[in-house]
């Protein structure tokens, strides 16, 4: 079982120019962060089959996730 994560922006540096990345299910949407080397911290948005989700949120097989980084600004 697996769902796909596809980071947007400057996420994708973190899956090496990669447009999306399979996890396994099962696992938190922060575990799953955590096995691709993307620290939760620069995470801002999380998108779970287009619905907002917390990082805590445990991955479905089948998932979508769409991750957007924290924009800084001033």
């Known amino acids: 079982m697996s769902a796909i ?6 996420l994708r540096e973190y899956l090496h120019g990669e447009k999306e990345a399979m996890v396994e299910a099962g696992q938190t949407i922060r575990q799953a962060l955590a096995s691709l080397g ?16 917390e990082k805590d949120y445990r991955l479905q097989d089948g998932d979508v996730v769409k991750i957007l980084a924290v924009i800084g600004g001033g």
């Open 38 to 53: 993307i620290p939760p911290e620069v995470v801002a948005l999380v998108l779970v089959n287009d619905q907002p989700q």
């Open 5 to 10: 994560i596809r980071p947007f922006g400057l």
